[in-house]
């Protein structure tokens, strides 16, 4: 038995793994950008929760 199949799956894993991290570099770059030329984040996914800005002084 060689060591081949678990050398080529470690290689794929550091590849896609250091591609990951590529994009989410071009990410936090982006927002910087986003952030210094005063535009809103594109946000991806479900809008955050609203503020818990409620009245309750019934304590």
Do not use: C, F, I, Y
């Not at 594109?42 to 002084?57: C, K, N, Q, R």
């Amino acid at each position: 038995m060689t060591d081949d199949g678990k050398k080529t799956g470690k290689e794929a894993r550091e590849r896609r793994l250091a591609e990951q991290l590529r994009a989410n570099l071009q990410r936090r770059k982006a927002q910087v950008r986003a952030r210094r030329a005063g535009e809103a984040d594109e946000t991806d996914g479900l809008p955050a929760a609203g503020t818990a800005d409620t009245d309750d002084d019934s304590r």
